[in-house]
Structures are given as C-alpha cells and as structure tokens.
C-alpha cells in the first residue's frame, strides 16, 4: 500500500483524488480536522440506498474502502496529534493490550471510541428496568422492538430457558427477569460471552454464559433465538452478528432446535423479514424449513420498528413454535 502524509492543507477534493489513485494517506494535522475532512470525503461519494440489495453492498463496500484509506497512527494506543483526545481505554477494549505502533482507519478509530462511550453509558432497556452495556463488536440493542415482543410474549411454564448467540445477554436477562429460574445463554464469539457475562452480573441476575456454537448441553423448556438475519457473507467484526452465509445459523438452529426442547416446550425464533423484502430469503422457504424441523407455529407477535424510515416495510417477528 502506498502511503502519503498529508496535513490540514490538503483539500477534500486532492484527498479523494488521492485515494482513488490507490493510495491511502497518513493524516498528520489536526485531529478535528481530520475529522472534517472525513466528513467530507463521505459527502462525496454516492448515498447509499435504493437499488438492489447486491448494489446497496457494492456501494457500502466502496465508501468503505475510500473512507478507511485515512489514516491514524498510534502508539501504545495513544494518538500524538493537535487536540486528540486520549484513546487508551477505547482501543484497550477494542484490540487488547497495546502492541506497538501501528496505523489505524480513522473511520475505525471513531468507531472504537463510539463503542467505548456506549458500553460507558449503557442502553436503557426499560422491559429490564435497567441498563445494557455493549462491548466493541457485540450486537447492542439499540432498536428495542425485539425487546419488547420478548418481553410481552406470554411465558410458557418454564423451568429451565436457553437464549442462543445471546450478544449482550439482553434476551438472557430478560428471561431471568421475568421469572425463569434457569437461564443459560451461549454465544460462538467470545467478545459476546464476555460482554453478556459482565451485563448479567452488573444487573444481579443469574444467568449462565457459555461459548459454543448454538447449543449448551442439556434441553430447555423455552429456547430464544434472535439470529443474524440478512442471508449474506459477513465482511466485518459487527457483520457476524447480522449477516448469515446462506442462511447457515438460521437454518441449523431450525433444524437442531426441536432435540434441545423438553417435552411440550417452545421455541421463540426473532426475525426480520428485511431479507425477503432484499428477494434474498423467501416466506415459503422459512416456513418450509419449520415444516423440514417437525415445528408448528403456536402464534406470532409482529412488532414494526418505528425510528427507520428507509425501512418502513421491515417487520420483525417473533414465532412461537412447538414440536408436532
Ligand atoms: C442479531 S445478534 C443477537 C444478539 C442478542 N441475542 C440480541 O438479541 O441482542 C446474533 C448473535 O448470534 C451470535 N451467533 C452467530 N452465530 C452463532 C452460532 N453459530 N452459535 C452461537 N452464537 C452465534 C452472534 O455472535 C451474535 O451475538
């Protein structure tokens, strides 16, 4: 990669122009201005919405590379410009322990420290009565309709729950909440396992974290299950927890779920039907694979999420199914 310093002088324009020559530059000024200059090169390259699902990722993926082509160096997690603010807990939680130097996309950075301020500041979660802490790279439960069908859903009887790839350990804490007196919860990442881990022990519940792919051992009289729910190859960090190659996660915890159940439990399976609004996932398929697993569905709560209005069409649901 052919790398340029540059500084406060340059333009906008120059920098792009920069970039798209198949450099990537090395910012020296100002931090803030930085910052600016980021914002400025966004506002030149195309929005993305509209069009098909594979164009929306096309451009999503080319904002991506020109916006990540500036750079930040660090060292020690700490950035030596005009006015930056100090970085070392935020990157300390996003990469570990520091290593040296290293260069880092601005785009990134701001990220990390986004990430930083949430997981200080916490979501609200009103059906919890209390707040969730997301770490860097963990799902976080910013859009509550989810939420609230889980917590409005009426609870069968219930020893023993299950909330797979549980995140933040939102759902988990939920359950516990209402009452179930066993709830363990799993994740395949272990940023997830930590963070959920670290949520249930500041809220007082007790709730058990354990790192797998989809299942603990044992069976559950309700399992939970908020999947990825877009069809398609993951890209990033925070992508595995929304998007699923071929529907894998969705369809193997469809087809597995049903030898995890006690007899007469239930199944809550959240989705959104974005993916079949994409054309990348059908009504038909999905109910197919229910039909394929030996489930019925027992009901459906639909929730429409009301803060997006580029996706006013989306609704999630949340399916109760049962054996037979
Ligand atoms: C959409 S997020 C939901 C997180 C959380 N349950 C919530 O509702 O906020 C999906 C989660 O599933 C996890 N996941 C993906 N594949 C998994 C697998 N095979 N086994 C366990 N967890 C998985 C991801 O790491 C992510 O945390």
């Known amino acids: 990669m052919h790398v340029i310093t540059v500084d406060d002088s340059i333009s906008a324009d120059r920098a792009l122009r920069l970039i798209e020559r198949g450099s990537a530059l090395l910012w020296e000024g100002d931090f803030h201005n930085g910052k600016q200059l980021l914002a400025a090169l966004g506002r030149r390259l195309p929005a993305v919405h509209g069009g098909s699902f594979q164009d929306q990722r096309r451009m999503q993926a080319r904002r991506t590379q020109v916006l990540n082509s500036l750079l930040i160096a660090t060292s020690d997690h700490t950035v030596s410009l005009r006015r930056a603010p100090d970085v070392r807990q935020a990157c300390l939680e996003a990469y570990g322990p520091p290593a040296g ?3 880092v996309p601005l785009r990134e950075l701001l990220g990390v420290i986004g990430a930083h301020q949430l997981r200080q500041q916490g979501i609200e979660i009103p059906a919890l009565g209390g707040r969730i802490h997301p770490h860097y790279g963990v799902f976080a439960p ?58 249930v022990r500041r809220l007082g519940l007790d709730v058990e974290v354990i790192e797998t792919d989809l299942f603990p051992p044992g069976r559950a009289d309700l399992i939970v299950c908020n999947p990825p729910w877009i069809p398609a190859r993951p890209i990033t960090l925070l992508d595995h927890a929304v998007y699923d190659e071929d529907s894998r996660m969705l369809r193997s915890f469809i087809a597995g779920v049903r030898d995890h159940l006690n007899p007469g439990g239930e199944t809550w399976l959240i989705l959104s039907d974005l993916a079949e609004h994409f054309g990348l996932r059908s ?20 929730a429409v999420p009301g803060h997006r209005s580029a996706r006013k069409q989306e609704v999630s649901s949340l399916w109760r199914l049962r054996a037979g």
Not at 283 to 302: C, T, V
């Open 283 to 302: 009504r038909s398929e999905l109910l197919g694979w229910f039909a394929d697993a030996g489930l019925r569905e027992a009901g459906r709560l639909d």
């Open 101 to 103: 130097d290293r260069l």
């Open 142 to 199: 910013t859009r509550s309709e989810y939420v609230d069908l889980v917590a409005s859903c009426p609870l069968p009887p219930a020893a023993v729950a299950f909330d797979i790839g549980t995140g933040t350990g939102v759902l988990a804490a939920l359950l516990a909440h209402r009452g179930i007196p066993q709830v363990i919860a799993t994740d395949n990442s272990s940023r997830a396992v930590e963070c959920a881990r670290e949520n």
